[in-house]
Every structure is written in structure tokens, then in C-alpha cells.
């Protein structure tokens, strides 16, 4: 609420830091050196991007606007996980369980979109950029990962470049594909969940009823845009 209702970079930017120390015990939920390291891994990450953020706006009387700009959108690009900052997201992905991963691939993305929107430099090359590294890299490095966590999280960031081209339309446009993005995103997670599935190649071995089968099946054509599905209705409002 900070975020969304606040003018100022400041108090943007104190929402960003009371978001990120609220995620660290949702990251700790389940006890095991994994977790201790990648939750260690994303508040260094998170904290550097806030400084980038907070420099961008210091320097907003030093250095040219635009450029000032830049600078807060390659923080909040950091935030975002957007590719080519993407590295951070990945590792910690893996050692999250489901809920906190699906937490992580939403929630936690709703305060730096709200900011790109507010305070970045939107239609500039430095923003095409970020979008398109994030459809390539999000599309292409995905279909080399065997783990389906790494697999929803390279989805994820397919979809960031989605969300950010929505915002360079309009705000609406850009929550429209971030909601049904999350709701569309909630089928596969919870199944997986259920399934306690962590690799590709467990999918034929485990015993799945064939309801479950269909519903995981309908659910990832959904997340990969297809018609006639509710995941290609953003991508198609966008286009």
C-alpha cells in the first residue's frame, strides 16, 4: 500500500524495504541449510538493488533525469528478476517449497512493477532491453532445465518481460496480465505441490490420477499462452 498509494520515491522505496524483511521468514519456513543460504543470497540481492534505487534518486540533482531514471530502472529490473539480473532468482527457486515460490513469482513482483510505472524511464532502449532479454532468455535457457521449479521460474521471467510491456502501455494493462498471470500460475503450483513433483522425468513414474493429468496439462498450456485458454487472453489484449 505504501507503493502503490505513495508519490514519493522515498516512501516507495521504504515499501520495498519493509516487503522485502516481511518475505525473509516466509523464506525460512522450512528448516535446512538450502533455505538459511538463499534466504542470506536474497536480502544481499534485494539490499543492493534498494541502494541502485536510492542512488538513481539522489542523483536525480547531480546527473540528468533520464539518466537518473535508468539507474532506478536497472535496480528495480534487479528487484523484478528480470533477465539478464535474473541469476539470484534461480538459485533461490530451487530451495523454496511451493507456496513461498509462488509468493516469490508474484506478490513479491507487484511493488517494483508499481514503481517502473511511477518512477523509471519507460520506453527508453535500456527498457526494451530488459523486456526482450527477458522473453529470449526466459524462453530459451528454459528449455534446458529438468527441475520444474527452475522450469516455472524461467516462465516467470518470460512473463516479466510480458508485464513490463503491459506497463509501458498503461498501468491497467500491465495488472491485467499480472492477475491473470497469478491466477493462471496457481494450478500448476498447487498440483505440483500435491504430486510433490520436483523433476520432469518423476511426472510419468508418479501415480497421478487422470483428472490430475488433465488438469496439470490444461494448466501449463494455460501458462504458456495458448488459445483457447485464459493465459493467452493478456497476451492477446497486449498484442
Known amino acids: 500500500f505504501l507503493v502503490a498509494s505513495s508519490p514519493s520515491l522515498f516512501i516507495s522505496w521504504v515499501g520495498l524495504a519493509l516487503n522485502t524483511l516481511a518475505f525473509l521468514p516466509v523464506l525460512l519456513s522450512k528448516k535446512n541449510k538450502l533455505t538459511s543460504e538463499s534466504s542470506i543470497k536474497y536480502f544481499l540481492t534485494q539490499t543492493l538493488a534498494s541502494v541502485i534505487i536510492i542512488e538513481g534518486g539522489l542523483t536525480v540533482l547531480i546527473l540528468q533525469a533520464k539518466f537518473s531514471m535508468t539507474i532506478i530502472l536497472f535496480g528495480l529490473a534487479v528487484k523484478l528478476g528480470a533477465a539478464p539480473f535474473h541469476s539470484w ?20 513482483k507487484l511493488n517494483p512493477l508499481f514503481m517502473v510505472w511511477g518512477f523509471s524511464q519507460i520506453n527508453s532502449g535500456f527498457f526494451y532491453f530488459v523486456i526482450l532479454s527477458s522473453l529470449i532468455v526466459g524462453s530459451l535457457v528454459g528449455l534446458t532445465q529438468t527441475s520444474t ?18 506497463i509501458a502501455f498503461s498501468l491497467e494493462a500491465g ?65
Request: net charge neutral; with cysteine.
Open 89 to 108: 532468482l534461480v538459485t533461490i527457486a530451487e530451495s523454496l517449497s511451493w507456496i513461498p515460490l509462488f509468493i516469490l513469482l508474484t506478490v513479491q
Open 149 to 166: 521449479r527452475a522450469l516455472i521460474t524461467f516462465s516467470s521471467i518470460s512473463h516479466v518481460g510480458w508485464f513490463l510491456m503491459g
Open 175 to 239: 495488472l491485467l496480465y499480472f492477475l491473470i498471470y497469478s491466477l493462471i500460475l496457481l494450478a500448476p503450483v498447487l498440483l505440483m505441490e500435491s504430486m510433490n513433483v520436483s523433476h520432469i522425468n518423476q511426472l510419468p513414474l508418479a501415480q497421478i490420477k487422470l483428472q490430475n493429468q488433465c488438469l496439470l496439462f490444461f494448466s501449463l498450456l494455460s501458462l504458456g499462452g495458448l488459445p483457447p485458454f485464459l493465459g493467452f487472453l493478456p497476451k492477446w489484449v497486449l498484442l
